[in-house]
């Protein structure tokens, strides 16, 4: 229970690295988790005093935001998030699988700010889907009808075998009689 109110007070998931920088501290995330591939998201930023965590609004002018994956690189326009003071997102679509870094320049009143961290792994959407989807029941599908139709074509060479059999076996038979 003492765990469950710590994390209601702190309403923070442990997954965000909290990097104290100067007089502020700042909490890297993802705005909706876990990340998937190709689902609109945001990089999270909160931004709260160091010193007693208090939240500082206004950052989104002052501060300028980019996304890093590997050698590529896209510049984010951070805006306040309604209802959490201090806190600030910039939408984009990760389109791939990994880690990803999250670089914050710029000031706060008068104060440089140069922070980076690397935020939660984005996952594959196969991690997520629930049932599979479409496509992929039907290449199932697809699959059993081809075994199918082989079961089926080895059934009907079988039955001409066997009946040519039955006919020779009465061929000989008779022939043995007389």
Known sequence: MAVMAVLSITGRV??????????YAFVLGWLEEPPVVGLKNAALVEVTTAQNDQPVEGAEGAL???????????????????????TYVG????????????????????????VSGEIEEVGSLDSLTFPEPQAALQKSIDALQGELNTTRMFAIVGAVL???GL???GVALGRSRR
């Open 167 to 169: 006919v020779l076996a």
């Open 64 to 86: 300028t935001a980019q996304v890093v994956y590997g050698d590529k690189s896209k510049e984010l326009l951070l805006r306040p998030l309604a209802g959490q003071p201090g």
């Open 162 to 164: 066997g009946a040519i």
């Open 14 to 23: 442990f997954a965000h690295e909290r990097i104290v920088s100067g007089d």
């Open 91 to 114: 939408d984009f679509i990760p389109t791939r699988r990994g880690t990803y870094t999250l670089k914050l320049g710029g000031t706060i009143n008068g104060q440089p700010i140069e």
